[in-house]
């Protein structure tokens, strides 16, 4: 079956660092988006890809980026780490028109 | 500026009773509506969708409305199961979604037996 992995599903660490959460789907799905959840604010959007080499800013893009080397994966960094960072991070994918899946997140603590 | 609201954070029903949830919009260009259930530690999984030609979409017990002059649409939930307890989310998107989604902020569901 296809699906959408976020790795890792846990993370912890300190203000300053570089941090890469990594997003692999088997779907063969063009688009893919990363979003963070916190408490109050639902899940707002970071980044999104049409395809291989294409990136677009979101809503709350500050402090993050992404790149698209390949289909399968959109791997999003925080170039350097803050305290205001700490959040749940849903990455999806889909083709237009069509509804997104989930992965099921990445819990990422900064102390 | 909250663009997708859902105003109650919790909504409580009697398993087998009707469950209704609400979500209003303030963004005329929106036109691809969608519902996911989320449960803890899990991502969002999508429910149901409505596109803005069509006001009813049903899916076995799922049925969304969507009123376009009111910029509100709904949930409805017949019957209620256990199960169904879960944190709903409504999103909406212009252009079929590609740009990605605008969430609001879930409405817990609790089923009581």
């Known amino acids: 079956d296809a699906e959408i992995t976020q790795s890792p599903r846990h993370k912890i660490t300190e203000t300053g660092r570089q941090v890469t959460l990594a997003c692999h789907q088997t779907w063969n799905h063009n688009n893919m988006f990363w979003y963070r959840q916190d408490l109050g604010h639902g899940l707002r959007l970071i980044h999104y890809?049409?395809?291989?080499?294409?990136?677009n800013k979101g809503e709350v893009s500050d402090g993050y980026s992404v790149s698209r080397s390949n289909t399968e994966d959109l791997p999003l960094t925080l170039e350097s780490a803050a305290s205001s960072q700490t959040s749940v991070y849903f990455c999806?994918?889909?083709?237009?028109?069509?509804?997104?899946?989930f992965g099921d997140g990445t819990r990422l603590s900064i102390l | 500026d909250q663009q997708v609201k859902q105003n109650s954070p919790s909504l409580s029903v009697q398993e087998g009773r009707i469950s209704i949830l609400n979500c209003d919009y303030t963004n005329s260009m929106f036109d691809y509506f969608l519902w996911y259930k989320k449960y803890p530690a899990e991502g969002p999984t999508f429910l149901i969708s409505i596109s803005s030609i069509k006001d009813k979409n049903e899916d076995g017990r799922f049925t969304v409305f969507l009123n376009k002059s009111a910029k509100h649409l709904s949930l409805h939930i017949v019957p209620s199961q256990p199960g169904d307890s879960a944190v709903y989310f409504c999103a909406a998107s212009e252009g079929g979604g590609a740009d990605g989604l605008t969430f609001g902020k879930g409405t817990h569901l609790i089923i009581q037996p």
């Open positions: 999806a994918s889909s083709e237009t028109l069509q509804p997104q899946h």
């Open positions: 890809s049409y395809g291989v080499q294409d990136t």
